[in-house]
Antibody
Framework: QVQLRQSGPGLVRPSQTLSLTCAIS??????????WIWIRQSPSRGLEWLGR?????????DYAVSVKSRMTINADTSKNQVSLQLNSVTPEDTALYYC?????????????WGQGTLVTVSS | QSALTQPRSVSGSPGQSVTISCTGT?????????VSWYQQPPGKAPKLMIY???QRPSGVPDRFSGSKSDNTASLTISGLQAEDEADYYC??????????FGGGTRLTVL
Protein backbone atom coordinates (compact mmCIF):
# COMPACT_ATOMS: atom_id res chain seq x y z
CA GLN A 1 0.00 0.00 0.00
CA VAL A 2 1.01 3.60 -0.42
CA GLN A 3 2.96 5.16 2.42
CA LEU A 4 4.06 8.76 2.68
CA ARG A 5 6.83 9.66 5.09
CA GLN A 6 7.42 13.33 5.79
CA SER A 7 10.56 14.99 7.04
CA GLY A 8 11.81 18.49 7.67
CA PRO A 9 12.64 20.98 10.42
CA GLY A 10 10.09 21.77 13.08
CA LEU A 11 11.30 25.33 13.63
CA VAL A 12 11.80 28.01 11.00
CA ARG A 13 12.79 31.62 11.60
CA PRO A 14 10.57 34.42 10.28
CA SER A 15 11.42 35.55 6.74
CA GLN A 16 13.27 32.28 6.07
CA THR A 17 12.24 29.37 3.86
CA LEU A 18 10.23 26.40 5.07
CA SER A 19 11.30 23.17 3.36
CA LEU A 20 9.61 19.78 3.75
CA THR A 21 9.93 16.49 1.90
CA CYS A 22 7.52 13.62 1.44
CA ALA A 23 9.06 10.25 0.59
CA ILE A 24 6.75 7.94 -1.32
CA SER A 25 6.61 4.15 -1.14
CA UNK A 26 4.11 1.91 -2.85
CA UNK A 27 3.64 4.32 -5.78
CA UNK A 28 5.77 6.28 -8.20
CA UNK A 29 5.94 10.05 -8.06
CA UNK A 30 5.82 9.92 -11.88
CA UNK A 31 2.65 7.83 -11.97
CA UNK A 32 0.43 9.55 -14.53
CA UNK A 33 -2.70 8.84 -12.47
CA UNK A 34 -1.43 10.14 -9.11
CA UNK A 35 -1.28 13.67 -7.79
CA TRP A 36 0.89 14.84 -4.90
CA ILE A 37 -0.76 17.35 -2.65
CA TRP A 38 0.25 19.52 0.31
CA ILE A 39 -2.21 20.61 2.99
CA ARG A 40 -1.73 22.37 6.29
CA GLN A 41 -3.77 22.57 9.47
CA SER A 42 -3.81 25.22 12.15
CA PRO A 43 -6.27 26.19 14.90
CA SER A 44 -6.92 29.55 13.24
CA ARG A 45 -7.27 28.41 9.62
CA GLY A 46 -8.36 24.78 9.94
CA LEU A 47 -7.41 22.57 7.01
CA GLU A 48 -6.03 24.51 4.06
CA TRP A 49 -5.30 23.07 0.61
CA LEU A 50 -1.94 24.48 -0.47
CA GLY A 51 -1.04 22.96 -3.81
CA ARG A 52 -0.19 19.89 -5.86
CA UNK A 53 2.18 18.54 -8.46
CA UNK A 54 1.64 15.81 -11.00
CA UNK A 55 3.19 14.25 -14.07
CA UNK A 56 1.29 14.14 -17.34
CA UNK A 57 4.06 13.77 -19.93
CA UNK A 58 5.63 16.73 -18.14
CA UNK A 59 5.41 18.18 -14.65
CA UNK A 60 2.67 20.54 -13.61
CA UNK A 61 1.88 22.34 -10.37
CA ASP A 62 -1.17 24.16 -9.05
CA TYR A 63 -1.20 26.44 -5.99
CA ALA A 64 -3.73 28.07 -3.70
CA VAL A 65 -4.05 31.79 -4.31
CA SER A 66 -3.06 32.49 -0.71
CA VAL A 67 0.44 30.99 -1.13
CA LYS A 68 1.01 31.05 -4.88
CA SER A 69 3.64 33.78 -4.81
CA ARG A 70 5.68 32.07 -2.07
CA MET A 71 5.32 28.34 -2.66
CA THR A 72 7.05 25.80 -4.86
CA ILE A 73 6.27 22.10 -5.02
CA ASN A 74 8.79 19.89 -6.78
CA ALA A 75 9.19 16.21 -7.53
CA ASP A 76 12.45 14.28 -7.30
CA THR A 77 12.14 11.16 -9.41
CA SER A 78 15.53 9.78 -8.34
CA LYS A 79 14.39 9.72 -4.70
CA ASN A 80 10.69 9.16 -5.41
CA GLN A 81 9.65 12.09 -3.31
CA VAL A 82 8.03 15.48 -3.45
CA SER A 83 9.10 18.62 -1.67
CA LEU A 84 7.49 21.82 -0.55
CA GLN A 85 9.22 25.17 -0.20
CA LEU A 86 7.50 28.18 1.30
CA ASN A 87 9.42 31.43 1.22
CA SER A 88 9.30 34.47 3.48
CA VAL A 89 7.45 32.70 6.25
CA THR A 90 5.67 34.51 9.09
CA PRO A 91 4.17 33.21 12.34
CA GLU A 92 0.90 32.78 10.39
CA ASP A 93 2.56 29.90 8.53
CA THR A 94 2.85 27.95 11.78
CA ALA A 95 0.86 24.78 11.19
CA LEU A 96 0.81 21.01 10.91
CA TYR A 97 1.79 20.27 7.31
CA TYR A 98 0.60 17.14 5.51
CA CYS A 99 1.48 15.63 2.18
CA UNK A 100 -1.07 13.46 0.47
CA UNK A 101 -1.78 11.46 -2.65
CA UNK A 102 -4.73 12.12 -4.91
CA UNK A 103 -6.10 9.70 -7.47
CA UNK A 104 -8.42 11.86 -9.53
CA UNK A 105 -7.42 15.03 -11.34
CA UNK A 106 -10.74 16.85 -10.93
CA UNK A 107 -12.16 15.33 -7.80
CA UNK A 108 -9.10 16.22 -5.76
CA UNK A 109 -9.78 13.73 -2.99
CA UNK A 110 -6.79 12.61 -0.93
CA UNK A 111 -6.72 8.87 -0.36
CA UNK A 112 -3.37 8.63 1.39
CA TRP A 113 -1.91 11.02 3.93
CA GLY A 114 1.52 11.48 5.45
CA GLN A 115 1.96 11.54 9.19
CA GLY A 116 2.15 15.32 9.35
CA THR A 117 4.99 17.66 10.30
CA LEU A 118 4.47 20.39 12.86
CA VAL A 119 6.26 23.55 11.75
CA THR A 120 6.60 26.51 14.07
CA VAL A 121 7.68 29.89 12.73
CA SER A 122 9.37 31.78 15.51
CA SER A 123 12.53 33.71 16.26
CA GLN B 1 -11.67 31.39 -1.42
CA SER B 2 -13.56 31.27 1.89
CA ALA B 3 -13.74 28.09 3.89
CA LEU B 4 -16.89 26.02 3.59
CA THR B 5 -19.27 26.36 6.54
CA GLN B 6 -19.78 23.44 8.89
CA PRO B 7 -21.40 23.30 12.33
CA ARG B 8 -18.79 23.39 15.06
CA SER B 9 -20.20 20.35 16.78
CA VAL B 10 -22.83 17.66 16.57
CA SER B 11 -23.63 14.82 18.89
CA GLY B 12 -25.65 11.64 19.02
CA SER B 13 -26.15 8.49 21.02
CA PRO B 14 -24.95 5.08 19.91
CA GLY B 15 -27.24 3.63 17.28
CA GLN B 16 -28.65 7.00 16.25
CA SER B 17 -28.02 8.87 13.02
CA VAL B 18 -26.33 12.24 12.69
CA THR B 19 -25.94 14.53 9.72
CA ILE B 20 -23.17 17.05 9.23
CA SER B 21 -23.76 19.87 6.77
CA CYS B 22 -21.23 21.67 4.62
CA THR B 23 -22.39 24.88 3.01
CA GLY B 24 -20.53 26.55 0.19
CA THR B 25 -21.42 28.76 -2.74
CA UNK B 26 -22.24 28.60 -6.44
CA UNK B 27 -18.49 28.72 -7.03
CA UNK B 28 -17.66 25.51 -5.24
CA UNK B 29 -20.15 23.04 -3.72
CA UNK B 30 -23.02 24.23 -5.87
CA UNK B 31 -21.12 24.07 -9.13
CA UNK B 32 -19.25 20.75 -8.93
CA UNK B 33 -19.93 17.21 -7.79
CA UNK B 34 -16.46 17.04 -6.26
CA VAL B 35 -17.14 17.04 -2.54
CA SER B 36 -15.15 14.78 -0.27
CA TRP B 37 -15.35 14.10 3.46
CA TYR B 38 -12.57 13.25 5.90
CA GLN B 39 -12.56 11.80 9.40
CA GLN B 40 -9.80 12.94 11.75
CA PRO B 41 -9.46 11.30 15.18
CA PRO B 42 -7.50 13.34 17.75
CA GLY B 43 -3.79 13.41 17.00
CA LYS B 44 -4.11 11.53 13.72
CA ALA B 45 -4.08 12.37 10.04
CA PRO B 46 -7.40 12.72 8.19
CA LYS B 47 -8.91 9.69 6.51
CA LEU B 48 -11.00 9.78 3.34
CA MET B 49 -14.59 8.68 4.00
CA ILE B 50 -16.56 9.97 0.99
CA TYR B 51 -15.54 11.33 -2.42
CA UNK B 52 -17.44 12.73 -5.38
CA UNK B 53 -20.36 13.65 -3.08
CA UNK B 54 -21.54 10.12 -2.35
CA GLN B 55 -18.88 7.54 -3.25
CA ARG B 56 -17.37 5.42 -0.51
CA PRO B 57 -13.78 4.17 -0.76
CA SER B 58 -13.31 0.48 -0.15
CA GLY B 59 -13.15 -0.31 3.55
CA VAL B 60 -15.41 2.55 4.66
CA PRO B 61 -18.58 1.18 6.33
CA ASP B 62 -21.84 1.76 4.50
CA ARG B 63 -23.07 3.54 7.63
CA PHE B 64 -21.37 6.58 6.09
CA SER B 65 -23.19 8.25 3.24
CA GLY B 66 -22.98 11.55 1.42
CA SER B 67 -25.37 13.75 -0.52
CA LYS B 68 -25.68 17.23 -1.94
CA SER B 69 -28.46 19.72 -2.56
CA ASP B 70 -27.70 23.05 -4.20
CA ASN B 71 -24.84 24.66 -2.26
CA THR B 72 -24.95 22.28 0.70
CA ALA B 73 -23.35 18.88 0.99
CA SER B 74 -24.13 16.50 3.84
CA LEU B 75 -22.48 13.56 5.53
CA THR B 76 -24.79 11.17 7.34
CA ILE B 77 -23.57 8.58 9.80
CA SER B 78 -26.15 5.99 10.72
CA GLY B 79 -25.94 3.42 13.51
CA LEU B 80 -23.54 5.69 15.39
CA GLN B 81 -20.68 3.94 17.15
CA ALA B 82 -18.24 5.14 19.78
CA GLU B 83 -15.36 4.80 17.29
CA ASP B 84 -17.02 7.40 15.05
CA GLU B 85 -16.14 10.14 17.52
CA ALA B 86 -13.76 12.45 15.64
CA ASP B 87 -13.53 15.68 13.69
CA TYR B 88 -15.06 15.66 10.22
CA TYR B 89 -14.08 17.93 7.35
CA CYS B 90 -15.64 18.50 3.96
CA UNK B 91 -13.71 19.61 0.91
CA UNK B 92 -14.87 20.88 -2.47
CA UNK B 93 -13.34 21.79 -5.80
CA UNK B 94 -13.42 25.57 -6.07
CA UNK B 95 -12.40 26.09 -9.67
CA UNK B 96 -9.09 27.14 -11.19
CA UNK B 97 -7.44 23.93 -9.96
CA UNK B 98 -7.88 24.75 -6.29
CA UNK B 99 -9.81 23.13 -3.46
CA UNK B 100 -11.33 24.49 -0.27
CA PHE B 101 -11.99 22.75 3.06
CA GLY B 102 -14.70 23.28 5.63
CA GLY B 103 -13.92 24.49 9.12
CA GLY B 104 -14.54 21.07 10.64
CA THR B 105 -17.20 19.53 12.88
CA ARG B 106 -16.53 17.77 16.16
CA LEU B 107 -18.73 14.66 16.48
CA THR B 108 -19.37 13.52 20.04
CA VAL B 109 -20.90 10.13 20.70
CA LEU B 110 -22.84 10.46 23.95
Amino acid sequence: QVQLRQSGPGLVRPSQTLSLTCAISGDSVSNSTSLWIWIRQSPSRGLEWLGRTYYRAKWYSDYAVSVKSRMTINADTSKNQVSLQLNSVTPEDTALYYCGRGSDFWSGYIDNWGQGTLVTVSS
Amino acid sequence: QSALTQPRSVSGSPGQSVTISCTGTDSDVGNYNYVSWYQQPPGKAPKLMIYDVSQRPSGVPDRFSGSKSDNTASLTISGLQAEDEADYYCCSYAGSYTWVFGGGTRLTVL
